[in-house]
């Protein structure tokens, strides 16, 4: 079982936003900036999206965007696109040098 | 080009020992710390461990602890990762990747498969 929670699955319409959310604690999440984000397709490397909590790395499109409130943070996708079909893990720093992943969300693009 | 790129991966009997290396490419190894990262069969991922730049600090996931050793040559440019009494349950594509900061890794390698099965 997973220390952070996500909904196993998420879907939405080309064009249309969807949000993922992360939910963990106040040791984890709600503890510190450093929320990150990954996209990965099975089979292949995973990839960065979002670090601490809503920064983009180069390259991301910015439609994709990160949030936290509390325990909870959240990875909103905006304007679907097909090949934003893919797991999403979210992370978080859990305190003396421990890190945390969530269980994933598969999002489907209908 | 920033790479990082696993190998060592197998099948192992339970209670068996596996060394994973990961090569690094593009960018001055020592400058960062490395982690390693799995995904067992249908799961998540789960962090394993981390190591800094040095070598000098490392930490392990709780289950993890004793068994597994984390370890890094920056002449080599290359990680380690000695793993012992391996169970079942370690299973899993292993990834080794870049940590930058906040505790995010932003270069994956494709991983390394060990299937622990007797």
């Known amino acids: 079982q997973s220390a952070l929670t996500q909904p196993p699955s998420a879907s939405g319409s080309p064009g249309q936003s969807v949000t993922i959310s992360c939910t963990g604690t106040?040791?984890?999440?709600?503890?510190?900036?450093?929320v990150s984000w990954y996209q990965h397709h099975p089979g292949k490397a995973p990839k960065l999206m979002i670090y601490?909590?809503?920064k983009r790395p180069s390259g991301v499109p910015d439609r994709f965007s990160g949030s936290k409130s509390g325990n909870t943070a959240s990875l909103t996708v905006s304007e679907l696109q097909a090949e934003d079909e893919a797991n999403y893990y979210c992370s978080s720093y859990a305190g003396s040098n421990n890190l945390e992943f969530g269980g994933g969300t598969k999002l489907t693009v209908l | 080009e920033v790479q990082v790129v696993e190998s060592g991966g197998g099948l192992v009997k339970p209670g068996g020992s596996l060394r994973l290396s990961c090569a690094a490419s593009g960018f001055t190894f020592s400058d960062y710390s490395m982690n390693w990262v799995r995904q067992a069969p249908g799961k998540g991922l789960e962090w394993v461990s981390l190591i800094s730049g040095s070598g000098g600090y490392v930490y392990y996931a709780g289950s993890m602890k004793g068994r597994f050793t984390v370890s890094r040559d920056n002449a080599r440019n290359s990680l380690f990762l000695q793993m012992t009494s391996l169970r079942a349950e370690d299973t899993a594509v292993y990834y080794c990747?870049?940590?930058?900061?906040?505790?995010?890794?932003?270069?994956w390698g494709q991983g390394t498969l060990v299937t622990v099965s007797s």
């Open positions: 601490e909590v809503n």
């Open positions: 990747a870049r940590l930058v900061g906040g505790y995010a890794s932003d270069y």
């Open positions: 106040s040791s984890d999440v709600g503890g510190y900036k450093y």
